[in-house]
């Protein structure tokens, strides 16, 4: 099974930084990488897909990139509503991975 | 407007089984595949199972396959997961989602489901 590491596993930052998160996969998985974001006690919520599709009404602060194994999502200019938990995600082979996650805190 | 809404969760003995449903409403729930994610407190996301949008094909992740049997009721709308022989690391928040080609569009609140003596 293909494994997604993300990095950092945590982060802390200010409103308005500029926010990078990793992402690696173990094997090539071409641009089937999704990106969510969570909210304690909340569902995920899709924001990227293809590594770099937004979804729809998604901030255009939101971004993905890459291709085969190094994944990114960056948030240009953070915003108090994006604290939270992101979570990567594959699908391959009928099987479906997560990342372990990053939590985004207060600074 | 899409909506799922996931219902069955608990406190449950270990050893004992369980089934969760996920009603789907606002789109035409016959045509999507689903998806079952589970999240143990404090932990994080952990894929479950997929079925087809006709039932005909089912995927499970290794840790529960045997135990877990994910179906669906296209004529009710609904979206099951049965839960069999269950362990104490089965104690989780359990979403339903909705296959959009890769990825999951859109998901339910949660169910949670918490295996105890």
């Known amino acids: 099974a293909i494994q997604l590491t993300q990095s950092p596993s945590s982060l802390s930052a200010s409103v308005g930084d500029r926010v990078t998160i990793t992402c690696r996969a173990s094997q090539g998985i071409s641009s089937v990488l999704a990106w969510y974001q969570q909210k304690p006690g909340k569902a995920p919520k899709l924001l990227i897909y293809?590594?770099?599709s937004l979804e729809t009404g998604v901030p255009s602060r939101f971004s993905g990139s890459g291709s085969g194994t190094d994944f990114t999502l960056t948030i240009s200019s953070l915003q108090p509503e994006d604290f939270a938990t992101y979570y990567c995600?594959?699908?391959?082979?009928?099987?479906?991975?997560f990342g372990g996650g990053t939590k985004v805190e207060i600074k | 407007q899409v909506q799922l809404v996931e219902s069955g969760g608990g406190v449950v003995q270990p050893g004992r089984s369980l089934r969760l449903s996920c009603a789907a409403s606002g789109f035409t729930f016959s045509t999507y595949g689903m998806h079952w994610v589970r999240q143990a407190p404090g932990k994080g996301l952990e894929w479950v199972a997929l079925?087809?949008?006709?039932?005909?094909?089912?995927y499970y992740a290794d840790s529960v396959k045997g135990r877990f049997t994910i179906s669906r009721d296209n004529s009710k709308n609904t979206l099951y997961l049965q839960i069999n022989s269950l362990r104490a690391e089965d104690t989780a928040v359990y979403y339903c989602?909705?296959?959009?080609?890769?990825?999951?569009?859109?998901w339910g609140q949660g169910t949670l489901v918490t295996v105890s003596s």
């Open positions: 293809d590594a770099s």
């Open positions: 989602a909705r296959r959009q080609r890769s990825r999951l569009d859109y």
């Open positions: 995600q594959q699908f391959n082979d009928f099987s479906l991975g």
């Open positions: 079925i087809w949008y006709d039932g005909s094909s089912k």
